[in-house]
């Protein structure tokens, strides 16, 4: 009886997981101007609420695109967007993509993964880091997180204003009406990333 108790509580769990993710999903969507969408590793795809992923445009350049994650089926997202956390770009290096934000405002960055290979926590760390001064997401292990084959959206509100981001009480140079983020090579294992997406907005509305 315990055990089934605790099954259904998992169950549970991890239904207001889903519908928490499909709302914010919904919110941030409903921003509507969409400046970057890219699916690391992975050829163009339109997610459920519309918003067309381009080809990753990093391939031939840098880094490894894999798409191991394919034999999974993919926890907490719509089975239409699996693809979007199954391919993944690599490296053995710190790497990163140039995203344009030439209008002042607010804007929301969402960095999508899932952990595809690695079956223990402390397997795969890493930090994340935005336009070369601000470190987003420090330590990074995402089978610590949410375990194997489960989607984990990290997101990062920012803004711009006269030249600047300004992340939180920080700020730095945009230079070339580019921001960089950055998949930094740290001591275990190598930086990834499945899918990226910045939106013109603020997930408040």
Request: charged share 25%; with cysteine; proline share 2%.
């Amino acid at each position: 009886m315990a055990g089934m108790l605790t099954r259904w509580r998992c169950c549970l769990q991890n239904q207001l997981v889903i519908l928490l993710l499909v709302i914010l999903a919904e919110q941030i969507s409903a921003l509507k101007e969409v400046i970057y969408a890219i699916n690391a590793g992975g050829e163009a795809h339109i997610d459920i609420n519309g918003i067309k992923y381009e080809r990753d445009p990093l391939f031939g350049k840098v880094g490894t695109a894999s798409d191991y994650g394919k034999q999974l089926l993919i926890g907490r997202v719509h089975q239409h967007d699996h693809i979007l956390y199954q391919t993944e770009r690599y490296h053995h290096s710190t790497f990163g993509y140039d995203i344009p934000v030439r209008e002042d405002g607010d804007y929301v960055l969402v960095l999508k993964f899932c952990e595809v290979y690695f079956r223990h926590a402390n397997a795969k760390v890493f930090d994340v880091v935005l336009n070369g001064d601000h470190t987003i997401i420090p330590d990074l292990d995402i089978f610590s997180r949410v375990g194997r084959g489960v989607a984990h959206d990290e997101i990062v509100p920012f803004s711009v204003s006269s030249g600047k981001l300004i992340i939180k009480s920080e700020e730095s140079d945009i230079r070339g009406g580019k921001i960089r983020v950055e998949f930094i090579k740290g001591y275990r294992d190598n930086p990834k990333i499945n899918a990226i997406l910045v939106v013109k907005g603020s997930v408040e509305g």
